[in-house]
């Protein structure tokens, strides 16, 4: 069956670095655009970052662009998300999840998730 596994998540300060990764089975990875979306206590989930099957195509949530890379290994079936920069404000639960047909920036567009890894950034 399709899976989707968060790891690298923390406790860093503000100014740090995270590199996240999502390691997926059940399915053929290439095939597909792959996002991450966080959700922040008492907020909603919300879009991060998305990347075309090829890796040659992402896409950033205004809040994270130049700071946050997203990337992918076909080989390996991972998606990265690299974390620079790291404010008080990307305290979140970060997850991975597959889109069912190109880039959505909405969590309906997503039909597969991962559990979720949580980054804590301490000011």
């Known amino acids: 069956q399709v899976q989707l596994v968060e790891s690298g998540g923390g406790l860093v300060q503000a100014g740090g670095s995270l590199r996240l990764s999502c390691a997926t089975s059940?399915?053929?990875?290439?095939?597909?655009?792959m996002e991450w979306f966080r959700q922040a206590p008492g907020k909603e989930r919300e879009f991060v970052a998305a990347?075309?099957?090829?890796?040659?195509?992402?896409y950033y949530a205004d809040s994270v662009k130049g700071r946050f890379t997203i990337s992918r290994d076909n080989a390996k079936n991972t998606v990265y998300l690299q974390m620079n920069s790291l404010k008080p404000e990307d305290t979140a639960v970060y997850y991975c999840?597959?889109?069912?047909?190109?880039?959505?920036?909405?969590?309906?567009?997503?039909?597969?998730w991962g559990k979720g890894t949580l980054v804590t950034v301490s000011s």
């Open positions: 059940g399915f053929t990875f290439g095939s597909y655009v």
């Open positions: 999840a597959r889109a069912r047909v190109g880039v959505v920036t909405r969590d309906y567009g997503m039909d597969y």
């Open positions: 990347i075309r099957w090829s890796g040659g195509s992402t």
